[in-house]
């Protein structure tokens, strides 16, 4: 059997929310960095609320020969249990990576670039619609922009190429089993 | 700012079902693939359908450091407009992939094994039910299981620990926009 390769008639870069409640949104995001440094393309990860607590992805992508730029610019997730700072100071952290967003998509470096959990972070008013809206506007239209995180705002679905919600049926933690390496984080 | 690492009180295998019509489901099981690298697991991904057409996550796993087996064993989607192949000889492929994770569940290699698009095997009567609960059922206690694909079967929902449905609110196709290297294959 012949492996035949696709190529399309045209390349054109896609924004892709992917929002929900159920497992598979940052994982989903992860997996198309895999794919696209299959195909020699390099990513850009950005995330939002995250960096206080190891996830396999930090030493995974770093795996990808050079490909994959990962950067986790967060307090942990804000308004849960425990994490011990200010709005203002998540806040801060949210403006600092939508920054750091615009110097990357100006620096043409990428192909891919993955605002991971930037939903939830304009949900919980750590950035603002305006600055989602600006970023998508920057954006050059060959580049792949991936927006992922619960609660994704109807505009920036519109504004979307292609969306999915990831529904939870059901997650492991309801039963009482605590979050498992490799699989949860 | 101290990053923390958390590890559970007992490590488990997790049986997780990736199911819906939207995008993100192959893609996820490959982040679950790439998350667990950087962990140092080892993950075994047999495609089931899968094999005609190049995708990037085949080379994107080979980078992984050899801790990714990625095996595809079909003639492509059974049933979709210009497949040449009879119901039969898809039948056969994916018997052979059925076997194929037998083999490498006993193998006791692996910590994480992804059976790609075998929910979507199952609902086009490529394998039997029967066999998918047999591949549970064989599965030892520390081993994470992945299966993937649109419809999956209520039973093997039921026994998952952990279930998504990836719901499509848009895709890039429906506007005729061809699929995308990096992100959609």
């Known amino acids: 059997m012949e492996i035949r390769t696709f190529e399309p008639k045209e390349r054109c870069g896609l924004v892709v929310v992917i929002t929900g409640y159920g ?29 206080d607590l190891y996830s396999g992805e930090w030493d995974g992508v770093k795996k990808l020969g050079g ?10 997730f804000c308004g849960i249990e425990g994490n011990p700072y200010s709005h203002a100071e998540h ?10 967003a615009h110097d990357k998509i100006a620096s043409g470096r990428f192909d891919l670039l993955i605002l991971d959990e930037i939903n939830n972070a304009l949900h919980l008013n750590l950035v ?4 989602v809206h600006a970023l998508l506007h920057k954006r050059p239209a060959p580049l792949h922009l991936v927006l992922t995180g619960r609660d994704a705002h109807p505009e ?4 979307a190429d292609t969306a999915s919600e990831v529904r939870e049926i059901k997650h ?3 039963k009482g089993i605590e979050p498992q390496p490799g699989v949860d984080f």
């Open 23 to 51: 497992k598979g949104k940052t994982t989903s995001a992860m997996g198309m960095a895999l794919r696209a440094a299959g195909h020699g393309m390099k990513t850009c990860i950005i995330q939002f609320m995250k960096g």
């Open 67 to 76: 490909l994959v730029e990962l950067t986790a610019t967060g307090k942990g």
């Open 91 to 100: 806040r801060k952290n949210a403006q600092d990576a939508v920054a750091l």
């Open 128 to 131: 603002d619609l305006d600055q």
């Open 156 to 159: 920036i679905i519109d504004r």
């Open 172 to 174: 492991a933690y309801r």
